[in-house]
């Protein structure tokens, strides 16, 4: 494996404790019955899913990762996918936890778009790393 992509696997592996928080801290909001995320079924929903989407495209970047210094790529395209595959599971989740980030808020924000961001990041990593490898 290239020193590329071990740095960015090394970058991968240290947001698993980050994910590990998140769910500790989602965890205590339900244990502890907390205000304006027990009771708010919008902000309880996209919390969940901000932490399932990171945990998931984590494990999604770090199984693809090895793919990319096989594939028929410059060393450009190569940054590129990686940092496609680093994007979407810092973005996507971002997107989720940031649309509701008051425990009022009872419909997503603008910041939800980040969602989108991070979908697009990875469809196109995804994209780019299989025609690569084809």
Known sequence: ????????????????????????TLLLHLARRKAGYLDNPVRRGLW?????HAGV???FA???????????????TRTLIR???VAAP?????????????????????LVWLTVAGGASLVAGTLLLGVNLL
């Open 1 to 24: 494996m290239s020193s590329a992509t071990l740095t960015t696997a090394g970058i991968l592996l240290l947001t698993v404790v980050t994910i590990a928080y998140g769910g500790l």
């Open 48 to 52: 969940t899913a901000g932490h399932a």
């Open 57 to 59: 495209l984590v494990l």
């Open 62 to 76: 770090l199984v693809a990762l090895p793919y990319i210094d096989q594939a028929d790529a410059s060393d450009g």
């Open 83 to 85: 940092t496609l595959f």
């Open 90 to 110: 810092i973005l996507m989740p971002l997107g989720f936890f940031l649309s509701v980030v008051r425990p009022g808020d009872t419909k997503p924000n603008r």
